[in-house]
């Protein structure tokens, strides 16, 4: 064993969790991809013949099955080896890439064996079957099997004092000893399989070790994790992530300031929201977390772990990654501007309508000023102010009735007023809409919005041709689009309004 760290050990359960994933990710990718090419090279009409003639002399001992099939064994170990996902991910990504190289020499070079048929009675028959069944069809040159033993040995063997490297070196050896002795594969690909080990471990090991690899690794599972978390709680989140990482295809390292900032800024959201629970006061932690992004502070008193510890990495990769300063201190104007909506639930406060609509047109020039920043765009928010605070009307009234449960009252204080001296609660949606007053001001924002989006249609035509249009473009069909068909069913009194038209 080499220095002081045990060779098997138990990980611990956050650890188990992330090595277990690689694990499970990379039984699925290889059911897919190696699964695939038997399928695909079932329809071949033959291969080629690469036994050479004394082959032919190697017998058949169906009892090494048993060999065979250790495989999995030496590979779950691994688990027990690699007790870090760090440790674990050199390993799982050398077998994906001998998985993928694997599969395209079976397309392109498939090969026919030449062993007679076997037949098996008696003690070993399930065994074999089961070697056998792994073992699938036509998959031979090179032999994955044998070159996942030998990438297992290897990876291993520097973890490894001499005796356990010398019981990984044999047993990979008997188990390339085993594909022969079984009639599963030939000479060449036991060769073929170790020497495609030998060079994948060499090329993919040292790379997926260093600092700046495994990081960008981290920093890409938190996003797909945050984007699953939001999707479960929403499906327009799945659409979103979806955009996302349709937009990073092509431009993977350059679009991921677009996936972090998007999970940096809608985590936040959710906390100050209590869509995302926090311990304590959600306004401290957010606190908490400006300051550390501000001072790059190591730890801030205070902290939720989780939530901090996601916020900093995704938040200091968009402020990294953000190549214009104006763009960094908007990044932390925009949190300070979501702030103030935990404030007003905090204190149960009702704003006036002159307020609400100057902290949604705040909230909404912050956030798609950055949105056009990722995307390299050519025009501003404020060049399109109509469709800002129809984004801003669409946010309020598609989210009412889940804000007011929470206190976030997007209702003006002097409507609400009114709404409780006729004696219902303005805080309460469906008591909301049952009054008079209630009805007429969603109507009157109904109309308000048609007016705005008449007029952002207007401006969004005198920037036509220059690039993040498009993306303004479709903000504005998604508006419509609510105005339309989805407000309209939650509200159907607003059908009734004979002055409206769409444009």
Not at 201 to 217: D, G, T
Not at 306 to 311: G, L, N, V, Y
Not at 374 to 395: I, M, Q
């Amino acid at each position: 064993m080499s220095g002081s760290t045990a060779l098997f050990g138990w990980p611990t359960s956050g650890e188990l969790k992330r090595t277990g994933a690689l694990a499970g990710g990379f039984a699925l990718f290889f059911l897919a991809v190696y699964g695939g090419a038997s399928w695909v090279t079932g329809f071949y009409p033959g291969g080629l013949r690469v036994d050479l003639p004394f082959e032919q002399h190697i017998p058949f001992i169906p009892g090494w099955a048993a060999v065979y099939v250790s495989m999995d064994v030496l590979l779950l170990l691994s688990l027990f080896i690699f007790r870090t996902w760090r440790q674990m991910l050199p390993f799982a990504l050398a077998l994906c890439a001998e998985t993928v190289v694997g599969a395209l020499c079976f397309l392109v070079l498939p090969v026919e064996v030449a062993w007679p048929p076997r037949a098996v009675s008696g003690g070993w028959m399930q065994v074999f079957q089961l070697a056998d069944t792994m073992n699938l069809e036509r998959n031979y040159l090179p032999s994955l099997h044998v070159a996942f033993a030998c990438t297992a040995a290897l990876a291993y063997r520097e973890r490894s004092g001499p005796v356990a490297r010398a019981v990984f070196a044999l047993w990979a050896l008997a188990i390339a000893a085993s594909t022969l002795l079984i009639h599963e594969h030939h000479l060449v690909d036991v060769f073929a399989g170790a020497l495609l080990a030998w060079g994948t471990w060499r090329v993919v090991a040292p790379r997926v070790r260093e600092a700046r690899f495994l990081e960008a690794v981290r920093v890409e599972a938190l996003c797909a994790r945050e984007l699953y978390r939001f999707a479960r709680r929403h499906p327009r989140y799945g659409l979103i992530a979806l955009a996302l990482y349709q937009q990073s295809v092509g431009r993977w390292r350059k679009a991921r300031r677009a996936r972090a900032g998007f999970c940096f800024l809608q985590l936040v959201d959710d906390v100050l929201d209590g869509d995302r629970p926090v311990e304590g006061e959600p306004l401290d932690h957010i606190d908490a977390l400006i300051i550390r992004l501000e001072t790059g502070a190591p730890h801030v008193p205070g902290a939720s772990s989780e939530f901090h510890d996601t916020a900093t990495t995704l938040g200091r990769v968009l402020l990294t990654e953000l190549t214009d300063d104006r763009a960094r201190e908007q990044v932390l104007e925009l949190v300070r501007t979501m702030r103030k909506d935990r404030e007003r639930v905090r204190d149960g406060r009702w704003w006036d309508a002159a307020t609400l609509q100057a902290h949604l047109a705040a909230t909404f020039r912050l956030s798609v000023e950055l949105m056009l920043h990722v995307a390299d765009a050519r025009v501003h928010s404020d060049e399109a102010p109509s469709l800002l605070a129809a984004l801003g009307w669409c946010s309020v009234m598609r989210d009412l009735r889940e804000d007011l449960s929470q206190g976030l009252f997007n209702v003006p204080a002097d409507v609400a007023a009114e709404v409780r001296a006729g004696g219902h609660d303005p805080a309460d949606m469906d008591a909301l809409l049952a009054s008079e007053v209630g009805r007429t001001w969603a109507l009157t924002e109904y109309q308000r919005a048609r007016a705005l989006l008449d007029r952002s249609a207007l401006e969004l035509a005198a920037l036509e041709g220059r690039p993040g249009a498009p993306l303004l473009r479709l903000f504005h069909r998604s508006v419509e689009s609510f105005w339309a068909k989805k407000l309209p069913r939650r509200m159907p009194f607003l059908r009734q309004s004979s002055a409206l038209g769409t444009s």
